[in-house]
């Protein structure tokens, strides 16, 4: 009668249950988890390891902290300040023809939560400090008098959707939104746009929009705009219809909007340059996570028209990624491999090639790299700015530590460097998105006039 | 004689179980996520079969929402051996709570990126999970029995 009542023998030694138990803890055993020396993974021959998976990924999180009075270290020969301070979650710098400093405010679009790991990932990047509102706008900052402290600041550009690439030919400026580049009439000397855009081209945006950052970089002849599209997942976990002409360069006409993808495979390049002495287009490119603390390293290369540089497919030229279903045997096998390697999880998010001036001369020929730093590495990696050396065009060296300091020996992060630019005296900007802050580094010493 | 009545009306004086008209109320949970697992295994064939994204995150949230159920099954049935008013039903309580601990591992292998997330260990997982809950699907889903169930009648 009583609903209580089995009819269960009160002892079964449940053997399938041990079996399964004993199966999965074998699968677990002998997982290494903690990321080997970075300075093996720098350069044009990076260390691949095996590629592991996880059951629990690694999430390591560093805390901000304010800077206080505290402020990046940069090396003997160079001094930092602070330009800007209070930002709006500062992504990018860009720097006019008249020393204008234009700052780029934007956190990206909501993410959409597919799986219940969304909604981790979101707490995630709440106590990393990355869940600022995203302001989309534009700050100009005027140094008027030379002595590197801006006496102006104003919105330059207001009511944007997720900017982050800006690039001017002639009286032109271009913003490139996450879904769209837009045209702009600027005249020299103005502090405010109200003229209301033109767009030239949809760029692929919404509705999952993973990687946002859409950078943007003009050809020297100003016929053509260069735009660096992220993929929309880290390995096609969103179907490989969401990927249509993302993970690529694209080189888009100025004259019609028309677009070709120029170079593929690259999951998220979020930086172009011109190589001055080659003239070649370089990038730099966030690769893929989850299959280890040294996977897949992040780097730099020279951009050649028409190639496919792996993603998802392969990494590192012919590497297989096992998560990509179905696989293209015939894309790994035309893989490019990059040219140079940061080492694994850095997020290289800020490019900026040397001018040759301002700096000292050991800074005069190669490529600043702004590493925003790892979330899901022991130890952590990256939150740092380097100098990659140049000679005839190609890195010559390993890379050297140049702005460091974003990360305190606890290993909360002050700030995390982001976009990069060289002002016109020279000297290096960093975009702090942390910080909320934009940082000038210089020589020691008097701050150089402008040349103007 | 008192002092039988006594002793008979102990069982009484406990708190009841947490029971809703009679049924325990880790009973009412714990086929769904019995359900929810095995469907599980029915999405993530189809993940196999298509390499359709869309089966993976059935999987995903169906293995996440049988745990959920799990948790709150465990407690409430815990709760009721803690009070003493049940006693474990072994047999079906260790498998259950294997089943449930596999399921945990899965839900995580089911939170990668791409098609191991599903193919080969989700999958193997999954299936694990099916054979040991089908093994005991005659059992009514109690985890617990009432003391001197079978005894008195």
Redesign the interface.
């Known amino acids: 009668m009583s609903q209580f009542h089995n009819k269960v023998r009160p002892t079964k030694f449940p053997r399938l249950a041990a079996i399964g138990l004993a199966a999965v803890a074998i699968g677990l055993a002998g997982c290494d988890r903690d990321g080997g020396d970075p300075t093996r993974q720098i350069g044009a021959h990076p260390f691949l390891p095996t590629l592991q998976q996880y059951l629990l990924p690694p999430i390591r999180i560093a805390r901000p902290l304010p800077w206080g009075n505290e402020t990046p270290k940069v090396p003997a020969g160079l001094q930092v300040h602070a330009l800007a301070t209070g930002l709006q979650h500062p992504r990018s710098v860009y720097v006019l023809p008249n020393g204008d400093v234009l700052v780029v405010e934007a956190n990206g679009p909501k993410p959409p939560i597919f799986r219940p790991k969304d909604v981790i990932t979101g707490w995630v990047q709440w106590f990393a400090g990355a869940k600022a509102p995203d302001a989309n706008r534009i700050t100009l900052l005027r140094d008027t008098d030379g002595d590197g402290v801006p006496d102006l600041r104003t919105v330059f550009l207001d009511h944007l959707n997720s900017p982050f690439g800006v690039a001017l030919v002639g009286h032109d400026l271009y913003v490139a939104d996450t879904d769209a580049i837009i045209r702009y009439p600027y005249e020299d000397g103005q502090t405010h746009i109200t003229a209301a855009g033109t767009k030239l081209t949809d760029l692929p945006g919404g509705p999952i929009d993973h990687h946002w950052t859409k950078a943007l970089l003009a050809s020297r002849d100003g016929s053509k705009l260069y735009v660096g599209v992220g993929s929309n997942s880290n390995i096609t976990e969103n179907g490989i219809g969401a990927e249509y002409e993302r993970a690529a360069i694209w080189e888009v006409d100025r004259a019609t909007g028309a677009h070709r993808i120029f170079a593929s495979g690259l999951r998220n390049p979020t930086g172009l340059q011109w190589e001055p002495e080659s003239g070649k287009l370089w990038a730099i490119a966030n690769e893929r996570d989850e299959i280890g603390p040294d996977l897949v390293p992040d780097y730099l290369t020279s951009v050649q028209d028409g190639a496919f540089y792996g993603w998802p497919y392969s990494y590192y030229g012919q590497h297989l990624d096992p998560r990509v279903m179905p696989q293209r045997p015939d894309l790994v096998a035309k893989a490019l491999a990059p040219d140079y390697a940061l080492s694994s999880h850095v997020a290289p998010l800020g490019f900026a090639m040397s001018t040759g001036v301002g700096l000292p001369a050991s800074y005069h020929s190669g490529a600043f790299v702004g590493e925003h730093g790892s979330w899901d590495r022991t130890p952590l990696n990256g939150y740092k700015v380097v100098f990659v050396p140049f000679s005839g065009g190609k890195p010559s060296g390993p890379a050297q530590d140049v702005v460091t300091g974003f990360l305190n020996p606890e290993n909360r992060t002050h700030g995390r460097p982001v976009g990069l630019a060289i002002d016109r005296t020279g000297a290096l900007l960093i975009a702090d998105d942390v910080g909320n802050t934009v940082w000038r580094v210089s020589s020691a010493g008097p701050t150089p006039k402008p040349a103007s | 004689m008192a002092q039988t009545t006594k002793t008979q009306k102990t069982p009484r004086v406990r708190v009841a179980?947490i029971?809703m008209r009679?049924?325990?109320l880790h009973?009412m949970l714990v086929p769904f996520s019995v359900a929810y697992f095995i469907a599980a295994l029915v999405t993530d064939l189809a993940y196999w079969r298509s390499?359709?994204?869309m089966w993976?995150?059935f999987s995903?949230?169906l293995i996440?929402a049988g745990l959920v159920i799990a948790g709150l099954a465990i407690l409430t049935a815990l709760v009721d051996l803690l009070r003493g008013r049940?006693?474990p039903?072994?047999?079906?309580a260790?498998?259950y709570?294997?089943?449930v601990?596999?399921s945990l591992?899965n839900?995580?292998?089911h939170?990668?990126?791409?098609?191991?997330?599903v193919?080969p260990?989700g999958l193997t997982?999954s299936a694990?999970?099916t054979?040991?809950l089908l093994?005991?699907i005659?059992?009514?889903w109690?985890l617990?029995?009432?003391y001197r169930?079978?005894a008195s009648k």
């Open positions: 179980a029971a009679g049924h325990l009973q390499a359709l994204v993976e995150r995903v949230w996440a049940q006693r039903a072994w047999g079906l260790l498998t709570v294997a089943a601990v596999l591992f839900v995580f292998i939170s990668r990126d791409g098609y191991t997330a193919v260990a997982l694990i999970v054979v040991l093994s005991v005659g059992s009514g109690s617990t029995y009432r169930a079978g």
